[in-house]
């Protein structure tokens, strides 16, 4: 179990799916697994070491340290790519002509 689930299973705290921002380029699926767990900013913050503000800045864009990076994904305990995903570029349903 992870650290994530775990402090939500402590805090027992009713998981809720989240969409990512469909327009970003990088996905940060961060607050989406936040979310999942019932977790708060500051439950996450805490348990990586963050201030609430510099988490909140990380989930909202800002890119974090490669450090921070491995820090939240062994908090989820997901690789560290799966947090960060690359979104395909748009792609026209109209057909030519």
């Known amino acids: 179990m ?21 327009d970003a380029v990088w996905v940060c699926r961060l607050r989406q697994e936040r979310h999942r767990l019932g ?9 990586v070491g963050l201030s609430t503000a510099g988490y909140h800045a990380i989930e909202n864009g800002s890119d974090p340290l490669l450090t921070t990076a491995y820090r939240l994904a062994r908090f989820f305990d997901l690789p560290i790519e799966s947090l960060w995903l690359s979104s395909p570029p748009a792609v026209s ?4 002509g």
């Open 2 to 22: 992870s650290a994530a689930e775990d402090l939500a299973r402590c805090k027992r705290r009713t998981p809720r799916e989240v969409s990512p921002r469909p």
């Open 39 to 47: 977790l708060t900013i500051r439950d996450v913050a805490g348990g």
């Open 93 to 96: 349903t109209e057909e030519p």
